[in-house]
């Protein structure tokens, strides 16, 4: 018998690895097969201490992910070991509080009322609504992933299905087609120059097979509206260039979210050249830096939050405050000392802000700022305006088949605003 999250007595293992595991440099696909066809064996021959072991295994390959925790939290619990159930639950209801985990029977068999009363408090906080944003404006119903503001309420944004830099000036929308999909913008406003970055994916209205893994940086004079850089990455790899960002030297970075690597623009030799790599990072998102140009924030999607020190190249987890978590961290953003996250795989999807100790490596206070916003459909990306965050709150990443065909059901997309305290 499969394991069936919906089911009240059984809990769902049904999920793809390829999506699970999307990046392992130590762990092969075959390797996580192997643990999962174990644990599955072990659930259906109710050997529940094998179940245990394949179980932690995964979580040692992909710590705190809530697929993952959902079995441990099961394996616990078919185990009799209630203190660990409920304390792998409350990690789980930082990342994934959906109210379906706790109806499962089997989930639950092993506590107590007081732990299954505590856990129940916990969801109902997790779940709250909060709603400071304010609708700014919409833009075309388009799949729209990033967006930068031009100055003189002019903005670019950048389109994945139908790739190009659309235009928008509060009134009138105009195009720039691209030959990839374009996955965020940024704009040097003393230079006019508008930079981004584009990556091949196979939600792309011109994907070709032949052209997977191909990515490139690019600079347009807003001045003339000409092309005057773009860079493609041509080594063996794989790549998505997902985010890209100016640090307060200059200095132009951009993330990868299929190689743990960070690469830095030479205005020199007009390359993008590695500066930083990790093997703890496995999809790299938002970059971001602190004003005093000593620090750079880096979102790794799978787990976690790091700080680099831009002169040593040191890097540090950051730690987050007790109740928070930086897991599925999309967008990042750095106001004064105010690091701004929108996490988009969390359950529900969240925007957030923490108050920092960056000597410490470590967020001191955190502070949920939008989830439960009838808007929300995958948010992503933003820019700021002095304290005023604007983000895009219905990316359309959910609007593909399974053929990643766009589907018909299309909507304007809302852009909201936060201000930052």
Known sequence: MKFNFTSKKFFVFSFFLSLLFVSTSVFSQKTLNDYFEGLQSSYDQKKYDSMLYYAK?????????????????????????????????????????????????????????????????????????????????????????????????????????????????????????????????????????????????????????????????????????????????????????????????????????QNPIIYVWNEQTQKLEEKWTNPKWRSLQGITFSEDGKWAFVADYSSTIYQINIQTGKINALEAPKGFSFKTTDGLYLYKNTLITVQNGTSPMRVSSFELDMQNQKAKTGKILEQQNIYFGEPTNGFLIGNKFYYIANSQWGNYDKENKPKNDWKPVVVLMIEIE
């Open 57 to 257: 295994i995964l979580d040692t390959i992909r710590p705190n992910h809530p697929t993952v925790l959902r079995y441990l939290s099961l394996s616990y619990s078919l185990n009799k070991d209630s203190k660990q159930t409920e304390k792998t639950l409350q990690k789980l209801a930082l990342i994934y509080a959906e109210p379906s985990v706790l109806e499962n029977e089997e989930l639950i068999s092993s506590l107590k009322k007081s732990q299954l009363k505590r856990l129940q408090k916990l969801w109902n906080t997790q779940n709250e609504k909060v709603q400071i944003s304010t609708q700014a404006f919409l833009l075309p119903a388009r799949h729209i992933e990033g967006l930068t503001s031009l100055g003189e309420n002019k903005i670019a944004f950048a389109c994945i299905n139908k790739p190009a830099i659309g235009f928008w000036d509060g009134k009138d929308t105009s195009y720039m087609e691209m030959k990839m999909p374009v996955m965020n913008l940024f704009y040097e406003e003393a230079t006019q120059k508008l930079w981004g970055v584009m990556s091949e994916l196979e939600n792309s209205s011109l994907y070709k097979e032949e052209n997977k893994g191909k990515a490139a940086i690019f600079c347009i004079d807003t001045k003339t509206n000409k092309k005057i850089v773009e860079y493609e990455l041509s080594d063996s790899l794989d790549h998505v260039l997902g985010e890209i960002k100016q640090a307060k030297d200059g200095t132009i970075y951009c993330t990868d979210s």
